[in-house]
């Protein structure tokens, strides 16, 4: 099995590299015809090394067997990894094949492009099967969706009503563990069929401000406990509150892909529009200042806001604390990369105050950048809630 996943990404690896490999083909002609400025050689430059590097992260993930270590760590979280190592090796080698997926009665073992996942269908406490997804939710609540590939739906979908009529397969996709979003700080989740309103992310906490939210989360991982403060609602209180519907799917994903590869290509295409047009030291007439200044109080009225409206009124709801018995592992690989990101897209900003005349289109999407990823806690995140919840009295836990 190990040798076999490995396999498929190593496929799913030279497929990538083939293709993006392709534009790198396209640079030489650029530089010698379109780049006329430093700038626009820059970008050049600049697009390359991304792809170069993408390419280099993907090998090195392959190197380092990455795709079989969700399988790994199921077998960890099993409690007898060595018996349920062998009975995945048996859902590989004997069960029914997909396009993604080896299922049996108990498994199913996921594998697309350069992830994978170990789906058990005794634990589901339903599945959806769309045409280009597998939604499946877990005894806690917890909705995982996975691709799929043309014609694959159907296949499952025949499987499962044949050999698992036990397993409830619904006609549309129901609510996951996170239902919706209050404002900033407040959450809305549902935990063993009840509902809860989460106090996710308090404004007055440097943990929840990014870079400082991922050294938390390294060091929840050692601790593998993660209480919340929270307070029960009624099923019937969803209509009373004003909050946000999660609405998550495989196309909104792709969509987030596809608006990430055309700002690349806009960058690419049209250098001038990004860095020159309206250079942003000439529209303060030189006082740079007044930059730096904008970004600060940009933020600075961020925090203000979301402190002013951060409040939700929790006097008649019970209180209770949600605890994490199993931490959810925030990898080492990831911070790094989002710590460099991070790094490296302040200290753009920090030349643009200093040195570089840029566009204010620039300025602007570099500002726009550093905000999301600061404030992404508030603005997009819901609480990361793995196996082993436990829902406790306020009395019997200390936070």
């Known amino acids: 099995m190990k040798q076999g996943i490995k396999g498929l990404g190593i496929e799913a690896a030279l497929k990538r590299s083939l293709l993006l490999l392709l534009l790198l083909t396209w640079i030489p002609p650029l530089m010698r015809g379109e780049a006329e400025s430093w700038t626009e050689f820059a970008s050049i430059i600049i697009f390359g090394f991304i792809i170069l590097a993408y390419v280099t992260r993907t090998w090195v993930r392959v190197s380092r067997g ?10 960890h979280r099993s409690g007898n990894p060595a018996k349920t190592m062998v009975r995945l090796e048996q859902t590989w ?39 280009r997804s597998l939604d499946v939710c877990d005894a806690d609540g917890i909705v995982n969706s996975y691709s799929l590939r ?26 996951g563990n996170h239902i919706g979003r209050i404002n900033a700080r407040y959450r809305i989740i549902k935990l063993q069929e009840r509902y809860f309103i989460a106090d996710y992310a308090d ?13 938390f989360a390294l060091r929840k991982n050692a601790a593998g406990n993660t209480p919340w403060r929270a307070w029960e609602i009624q099923a019937g209180d969803l209509n009373k509150i004003r ?3 999660v ?32 250079p942003i030291h000439d529209l303060v007439g030189g006082r740079t200042w007044i930059l730096l200044l904008l970004a600060v109080g940009i933020f600075a009225g961020y925090v203000l806001y979301i402190r002013r409206c951060s409040r939700f009124d929790m006097q008649s709801y019970p209180e209770v604390v949600i605890v994490q018995k ?25 030349m643009i105050f200093i040195f570089w005349n840029m566009g204010a289109l620039f300025y602007a999407q570099v500002l726009g950048v ?19 919840v436990a829902i406790e009295s306020r009395s019997h836990e200390t936070l």
């Open 243 to 245: 909050h946000k519907k």
């Open 203 to 215: 404004p007055r906490k440097l943990c929840n401000y990014y870079p400082f939210s991922v050294l």
């Open 66 to 75: 990455e795709l079989f270590k969700s399988v790994e760590e199921y077998c």
């Open 247 to 278: 609405k998550k799917s495989i196309t909104a994903q792709k969509m987030d892909v596809v608006l990430a590869l055309l700002t690349a290509l806009f960058y690419f295409f049209f250098p001038y529009l990004v860095f020159y047009a309206f």
């Open 326 to 350: 199993e931490g959810v592992i925030t990898r080492r690989s990831h911070v790094w990369i989002f710590g460099v990101f991070y790094i490296s897209v302040l200290a753009m900003l920090v």
């Open 93 to 131: 080698n004997e069960g029914f094949e997909t396009k993604s997926c080896q299922i049996d009665r108990e498994y199913i073992i996921w594998v697309r492009g350069m992830r994978s996942a170990v789906i058990s269908l005794n634990t589901a406490s339903w599945i959806y099967v769309s045409e």
């Open 370 to 388: 550093l905000f999301v990823l600061t404030f992404t806690t508030f603005l997009y995140e819901y609480p990361k809630i793995g196996p082993g």
């Open 150 to 175: 043309k014609g694959e739906a159907e296949e499952l979908k025949e499987y499962l009503e044949k050999e698992r009529p036990d397993v409830v397969i619904c006609t549309e996709r129901r609510q």
